[in-house]
């Protein structure tokens, strides 16, 4: 049976629009800039109480997912779907409320992306009815495999070709724990809503549902009862009464979107309407859509929405859908959901934290998205960094600090989810409050200026802007911005679990008047992997008076620095990163021996070398020794004084390890590189051609025999070089006669 809608029949009709949606409009108690700054613990509460109901939500629908699985036997993802690339879905859909069930034509749009494709997967659950399916308006044939159908395409498609899959289909989405399409009566009102992340879109609409393949637009609309009104993503195109006790609402949306932040919400509504003024003469609409009983609340709840699109706009880029909208509905799952342009929010909350966090995924989530949940750190690490950035953007750094130090986590596991099976790993706080630690992190290693540049390049670049996104191409992109290798950075606290406890330890020796230097000793003492995070750029600072900062990079499972400080009290102290930039413990200890350096100075082959191992700590004097590797050829080190000396022979770079022991019994070892180069070609008097170091007559014969009949060849060669055009010649011999006989110039260096 091939199904139509009823309201197909005004399409043509596009002008009716805005009349009914703005009957519900009423006005707010208060104006939208007059929000308050609430205080940073009611801020750290509310974000740990709503990342709380976000990820108990999203574990739920995972759940779902899950029993679904088990009842319909659905599967992954299909080599198959690889043969198309989407670009346009159009969804017509009658919602019947009282039934529960929705009467919905899907076209799905696509570009063939190998030769002769036959035929086309599509994610669709397997209690929806499909009455009928048409290529490119034709009807065709399909078969049903579980929770996927599979469309005969009546003539091949090779590469680049284009077909329209229209599927025509019913039922009632399936429920399983939760629904991701929920018929529900929340504050007397019936309330119809959605929610797909990560793979619920296929309950309710036919889709290749991954968020790797983007379509570049879509369209939504949907006939459902009068007195309700139905939100969704993008523009509304049309809002048009049927006169029968329905209406058809048309959602237009012009940016790329991924299957799961398609959504739809529908009730009986308040409506108001902010702006967000982006220049002097454009404006972008900011709607809100809540219960009647919750209006009162509402306004000033929501009131920070525009000063938040601003502050994330200011910091990384304007709002990615600025032609359209950014809404926020009301639903009632326990938490929030970043819908694009149409945020799902549930009724009577206002925290900030969540407010400003499904914000941020508009750009870190919506408009680039995780290439798969095992990225998923991509979408909800950085929008639980936006929390702290938005903090920061009204109580400084040091809300910063608090609203991060609220967010630590120190429980083990990875940030790239390892199972993606595993719903609990997907949605883990681990996700969420770690993910923004590594970012906080991150932005400590490059510095302020370059961290805001890797985000404003990253919002920018075409590679990823509407598209997806995994861990390494952001690595990639921030060594492209900062010039720093950060690949042991995302390796250690993305892929490593736990974080580093930090050791620390100080020496310090009086340099003349008001001069110290001051010997730190900092080691990671966790035994869990990494056992040496890598950090470029860590903070040692000593306490001299006040406080002395120093960066340095910690890139080993111990390291030892050497700080020389002028006009200071003497140091009575070491902290070690005190602004808290890392997610780490820290803990001081007594200083005992210690290698200080881990190069020796560069020897040159043939030259007589000498330079010393340097040990502070414990007592002297100390007993040196190599245990393991070798000194360069024909250096030795003296046991008694640390002393290595010789006359090297070869050139290269070798390693070798030393030790030192203090006579009061403490020793270390230290694993040192040295090098021997060549040494350098002497210096030359221009002319000399016989490398007496004076230019005279025999200079002249010296060259003429060189030149004619064999003799030895002046060293270098370009000392002969006298009237410096790069070559030997005659005419170096007439120069040299005319420059000793005649006052001619004298000789030049070679060319
Ligand atoms: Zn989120």
Known sequence: MLYLLSSWKTYGSLILALAISFMAVFTPATTAASFQKIPMEQAIREAKESHEMERTMKIRQMKTQRNLEETLGTKGALPTQYQYDVHYYRMQMRVDVDAQLVYGRVDQMSTATQDNVTFCDIDLYANMI???VRVDNSLTTFTRNGNVFRVDLPTPVNTGGQFTVQTFYRGHPVEGGFQAFAFETVQSQTLVSTLSEPYLARTWWPCKDYPDDKADSADVIVTYPSEMFCTSNGTMASDIDNGDGTRTTYWKERYPITTYLISLTMSDF?????????????SMPVDYWVFPD??????????????????LSRIFGLYPFINEKYAMSAFNWGGAMEHQTNTSIIWGYYDQSMIVHEMGHQWWGDMITCRDWHHIWMNEGFATYVEALWFESLGGFTDL???????????????????TTDVNAIFSSRVYDKGAWALHMLRHVVGDETFFSIFRTYYADPRYKWKDITTEDFRDLCEQVSGIDLHGFFQDWIYGQYYPKYSYSYLSEPRGTNSYRVYVHVRQTQSTTPTAFRMPVIDVSVYAGSYVDFQVPMMDREEDYVFDLKDVAAPTGVAVDRNDWILKTTA???????VIYDTLMTGLKSVSYQDSVIVRGGTKPYTYGITSGSLPAELTLNAATGIVSGIPTDTGTVTFTVSATATSGGSDSKQITMRIA?????????????????????????LIAYIFSGGSAPVPLTAGDANADCAVDISDAVYLISYIFSGGSAPLPGC
């Open 130 to 132: 499909i009455d009928s």
């Open 678 to 702: 060549p040494k350098p070609q002497a210096p030359y008097v221009p002319g000399d051609a016989n490398d007496d170091n004076i230019v005279d007559i025999s200079d002249v014969v010296s």
């Open 401 to 419: 600090r608090s609203y991060m130090n609220g967010m630590r986590y120190t429980w083990g596991g990875t940030i790239y989810c390892t199972d």
């Open 294 to 311: 919750d209006s009162e609340a509402a306004v000033p709840g929501y009131a920070p929405t525009v000063p938040m699109l601003d502050t």
């Open 588 to 594: 001081s200890e007594s200083y005992t021996v210690h």
């Open 270 to 282: 308040k409506h108001w309407r902010d702006w967000m003024k982006y220049t002097a003469t454009d």
